[in-house]
């Protein structure tokens, strides 16, 4: 038997953007199409040659290869929009590749999206079985498993209620379980579970972990670089529908953190990589020294402000200001709403200051991400997000005075600390 789980040679998939759709056909016209066809077809090959360059469209994936064994975990990271949703929903079978070959060696289950795969009219119970049939599981499999599925999901007082009632959480909670549970043989898992609250997207992670290590094979779609890190060996960066890398997930986290902070230096009001309504946008960043004065770096336990210039109009507004690194995107994070006790409101063109006293980090290199939101009815809605809006680095300094720089091995953050030592030895007579 092969020991390839999956195979992509130069796949390419492309969408056309706001093309015409045909209209409704009589008969008559269906049937005198239907016999013109062949002297048609050559003509609209011709034609659609020539106007290739001048179609509307987009290459979802370009020239895409790779091997992936069976047993690998692999992680799939990139910027939004760069082709990895895609991807999975090629392998998955749910979209038909416009070129290139997919091999698929065992049985796939996948998560995508929000309630992909369920039948919105069955119950859940039902949705489990009709799942597992789709898996190619037989019927006493399926019984096996059924407790552990229910369990694991959370959704047992609605097991017998049709799942379009589901809350999108309660639709991911039972999709996951079936996922994981079913022992497909390849497991492809979009950022779908971002859906969930906190404590089930630890519990998934941890059963992705215990899948990972029975030897199957995973493909995890995901933007939290902790998460990747923790569960795959190796990685394979997405840049506009090509593999930019394919290495070790730690080299290949690395090239992703490269290309983000050669996107910092691109004025933020330019920047197309964001999420959000954009009802109000954050137009430029600055990092400002203790003494007010723009800076790059900084020293070990200084102070400094992130200063940002913001376009829009609104109320009950929350801001966050994040510092990390691509492995640790929040190791630092401020937001309004946890310690201003008056509600923020933005009003047209506004200046945000986020001072951080006494920077505790380790020396080295950090991102600085920029979160705009707003509570609406106890929803919190998204704004604007732009990661990687700048680069800090933090420069080694003697802390105490005695001629010695920090270790930064072993540790990523520092407090001041003071040492006493009492001898306890007592003198015999």
């Known amino acids: 038997m092969s020991d390839i789980a999956i195979r992509v040679e130069n796949l390419g998939k492309r969408y056309r953007i706001g093309g015409k759709q045909e209209p409704y056909k009589t008969l008559r016209e269906s049937l005198v199409d239907a016999v013109a066809a062949p002297v048609k077809a050559l003509g609209s090959a011709i034609r659609r040659e020539r106007n290739e360059s001048r179609d509307n469209t987009i290459w979802a994936l370009d020239d895409v290869s790779f091997v992936v064994k ?108 079936i996922a994981a549970h079913l022992e497909p043989e390849i497991l492809l898992v979009d950022e779908v579970l971002a859906v969930g609250d906190s404590e089930f997207q630890k519990k998934c992670l941890g059963k992705m972990g215990d899948v990972a290590k029975s030897g199957r094979t995973v493909l995890f779609v995901s933007h939290n670089m902790v998460s990747v890190e923790s569960l795959c060996s190796r990685g394979l960066l997405f840049k506009d529908g090509r593999v930019e890398a394919d290495g070790t997930i730690q080299e290949t986290i690395a090239r992703y953190a490269d290309y983000w902070r050669g996107q910092s230096r691109v004025e933020l009001r330019h920047r197309m990589d964001r999420e959000g309504s954009g009802q109000a946008r954050a137009l430029s960043i600055r990092i400002l020294d203790e003494y007010g004065c723009e800076t790059e770096s900084i020293k070990m336990g200084d102070s400094f402000v992130v200063e940002l210039q913001t376009k829009g109009t609104l109320d009950g507004a929350i801001i966050g200001v994040l510092v990390g690194t691509p492995h640790r995107p929040q190791m630092i994070r401020g937001y309004t709403w946890e310690n201003l006790s008056n509600e923020v409101k933005l009003s047209g063109e506004d200046t945000v200051r986020c001072r951080f006293n006494c920077f505790p980090m380790m020396h080295g290199s950090y991102d600085i991400h920029v979160w705009i939101g707003q509570r609406l009815r106890n929803q919190q809605m998204l704004i604007d997000s732009v990661e990687y809006a700048a680069s800090l680095t933090v420069e080694p300094w003697d802390l105490y005075g005695n001629g010695r720089m920090l270790d930064p091995l072993g540790g990523v953050a520092f407090c001041r600390i003071d040492w006493e030592i009492f001898s306890n030895a007592t003198t015999e007579r």
């Open 70 to 177: 069976h047993g690998e975990v692999i992680g799939v990271i990139g910027r939004n929009g760069a082709g990895k949703s895609t991807l999975l929903k090629v392998l998955s079978r749910i979209t038909e590749p416009t070129s290139g070959l997919v091999e698929i060696n065992g049985r796939v289950g996948s998560l995508l999206e929000v309630g992909t795969g369920f039948h919105p009219e069955l119950t859940g119970r039902e949705n489990i079985y009709l799942n597992g049939a789709i898996l190619g599981m037989k019927r006493v499999e399926i019984n096996r498993r059924f407790d552990e599925i229910v369990d694991f999901s959370g959704v047992e007082k609605f097991l017998d209620t049709p799942v379009k009632r589901y809350s999108s959480g309660m639709q991911v909670r039972l999709a996951f379980s």
